[in-house]
């Protein structure tokens, strides 16, 4: 493979990632704020799996918390918890914190048997050997007739730099000091330019801990959500069968809590 080729690879996997985590495991399997084919969910599942974002049902889980309790003591990600802590050690935990219960808590991605199969019956070090290893690293070989030992080492390469991406680009959107609320909420979430421009519109988030409902991330007319502009296409021709959209402008918001449908 040449480099342009590469280079390719490298930013195809960034891409496949990006909407597995932001339109599939967030907006689809978290937030329930649209609706596709069966086929296009799993793809965009896989697309997150191989970006080490774990089983579907734990990061659903752990982010229906995060909402449930925004920058308090059992939000996981809320940078109070401190550097260490929400960086990498709360993903070494050997089980659910007490608080996280998720046969309660994601009742409906329990019904499908790919989840519950991914998912090792809430064992959580098996769970994240499947899917961090046996699945990202391992499965990832099937791929070696197409894109040859190069091509697969850069796509790794791409899924590791993505690994930590959604965690910390959340970190940064509850530091007030670093962006802007548009709704008053019962969180420091604050919506940051550039992370919303450079990824998939994740980073307006003060909107998102606003109307957690709603697929669309982005509210003033130079807030671009390019998921939510990928997702109204896939609408257009059939892929996406629903879509929760808000039309209201922000100063009529009010904060609501998070609710899955
Ligand atoms: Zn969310
Ligand atoms: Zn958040």
């Known amino acids: 493979m040449d480099n342009i080729s590469l280079l390719y690879v490298f930013f195809g996997f960034v891409l496949w990632h990006g909407l597995g985590t932001s339109i599939g495991y967030h907006r689809l399997l978290s937030h ?6 069966k086929w296009l969910e799993y793809f965009l599942v896989f697309g997150a799996i191989f970006g080490f974002q774990g089983s579907p049902i734990w990061w659903t889980s752990i982010h229906r918390s995060h909402h449930k309790h925004s920058d308090k003591e059992f939000d996981l990600h809320a940078p109070s918890q401190g550097f260490r802590f929400w960086n990498y050690d709360w993903f070494l935990q050997k089980t659910y914190p007490s608080f996280i219960i998720p046969k309660e808590q994601c009742v409906d991605l329990y019904k499908d048997p790919l989840y519950r199969f991914l998912e090792c019956d809430g064992d959580w070090p098996k769970a994240q050997w499947l899917n961090f290893f046996w699945i990202a690293v391992v499965a990832r070989m099937v ?3 197409v894109l040859g030992w190069q091509g697969v080492l850069v796509s790794l390469l791409a899924s590791v730099f993505f690994f930590q991406m959604p965690l910390v680009f959340n970190y940064v959107c509850h530091i007030p000091k670093y962006g802007y609320k548009s709704y008053k909420t019962t969180d420091d979430s604050v919506n940051v330019w550039w992370i919303g421009l450079i990824w998939f519109g994740e980073g307006w988030h003060n909107n998102h801990h606003a109307e ?3 697929a669309n991330m982005g509210r003033r007319p130079f807030e671009i959500d390019p998921s939510w502009i990928i997702l109204k296409c896939l609408k257009a021709i059939g892929l996406v069968t629903r ?4 039309k209201k402008m922000p100063q009529e918001r009010v904060p609501v809590a998070v609710t899955v449908k």
């Open 143 to 145: 791929l070696l007739p």
């Open 32 to 37: 329930r704020s649209l609706a596709c084919r």
């Open 243 to 246: 879509l929760d959209d808000s």
């Open 212 to 214: 957690p409902g709603t």
